[in-house]
C-alpha cells in the first residue's frame, strides 16, 4: 500500500506479511544497482514498484496483487500488460482531482487505464459517467467487463467488518473465483474466506484500546472515504461521539471531509504532519480546517505539533477517539507513540 503506514516493507508483502527487512535490504540492494546505470532516475514509488516486481520475479509468486498508486493510467503500477491480467475497480469517487481530473469521468478515465487488451475487468455498477468510460475503455481493448453482484456466500464471512471491506472483500472474493475457474483451482471454502476477512489492514478501521477508551484509526481523506468511515463508525458504536484527531494533506477537498464528518464529531483537534516518503506532500494549514470546522458547529481547535495533539486528544473526556484523514499523520502518530502491529 502507498503510502506505508508502519514500515517500508509494507509495500511488498509475501503471503500476506510484509517481507523480511533483511531480504529487502538483499533485493533494493540489487535494485539499486540497475537503476544506477539508468539515464532517467525512477521516483521513490516508482523504484518501489520496480523493486516489488523484482521481488515477485525472484521469489517465483503463483499470483501477484498489485495497488495502483493514484489513477492507473499514467501509475508507475501500469506496466503489466498480459492478456490474463485480471483488474479490479473499486467505488471510483474524487480524490487527487489536481492530477486525475476535476471529474468524475475525467478520473474514471484514469482508472480505467489500467485495462490492457484482453483482459478480464471486475467492478460493481456505478454512475452512467463512470460507466461509459470504463464501457468504452473495454471496447477499445477488447477487454471482459464482469458487473460484480452481493454474494450471499461471503456475507457470513464478513459480517463482522465495515461497509466499504464488506464491499471490497466481495469485489475480491468474485475476481479470486473466476481466477479459480480459469485457472482450475480450488475455489475458497468458509475457512479460507474467515482468514482473509481477518486479514489485518493498518489504519482502515483499526481498533486499538488506550487505557480505558478506545481509539480507531481510519486514513479517511477525502469525501467519498470520510462518508464510509463514517458510516462504518456509526454502526459498530451507534449514538457515540468522538473526539477527533485530524490532519489532511493540502489540497484535499475539506469541505466535504468535515460535512461527513459532523455527526460523530463531539470535539475535534486539528494538526500537521511531516512527510518522509513518496513525492513531497504538505500539511493543511489546521487554522483554516478550524475555522471551517467551526463554521459547521464543532468545537475544533489546532495544535501544530502532532505529538502535542495526540496527548491533548487522550485528556478529553470521550471515551471514544478516532485519527483520521492523512496516512502520513497517523504513520506519524503511531511512531512517536510506539503503535505498532505485530503480523
Known sequence: ?????????ERIQLNGRPIDDDLFCHYLGECIDIVATLSVQPSYFELLMALSYWIFYKEGVDYAVIETGMGGLEDGSNVVTRADKVCIITDIGFDHMHILGDTIAKIAAQKAGIIHP????????????????VRKQIEHTNADLHIADKISDVQQAVRDL?????????????????????????????????????????ARMEKVNVGNKILVMDGAHNGQKMATFVASFSKQYPGKKAAVLLSLKEGKEYKEVLDELLPITGTLIVTTFATTQDLPSKAMDPHKLVNEARIRGIAARA????????NALLA????????????????????????EHTY
Open 118 to 133: 484482453k483482459n478480464t475487468v471486475f467492478m460493481y455498477a456505478q454512475n452512467h459517467d463512470v460507466m461509459s468510460v
Open 316 to 339: 478529553e473526556a470521550n471515551e471514544m477517539l478516532v485519527i483520521t484523514g492523512s496516512f502520513y499523520m497517523i504513520g506519524q502518530i503511531r511512531k512517536n507513540q510506539g503503535i
Open 303 to 310: 495544535i501544530v505539533d502532532s505529538k502535542e495533539a495526540y
Open 1 to 9: 500500500m502507498s503510502p506505508h503506514i508502519d514500515k517500508v516493507t
Open 162 to 202: 465495515p461497509y466499504f471491506q464488506q464491499r471490497n472483500f466481495g469485489l475480491a472474493y468474485q475476481a479470486v473465483c473466476y481466477v479459480c475457474t480459469r485457472d482450475v483451482l480450488t475455489i475458497p471454502g468458509v475457512a479460507a474466506l474467515l482468514a482473509a476477512a481477518n486479514t489485518y489492514v493498518p
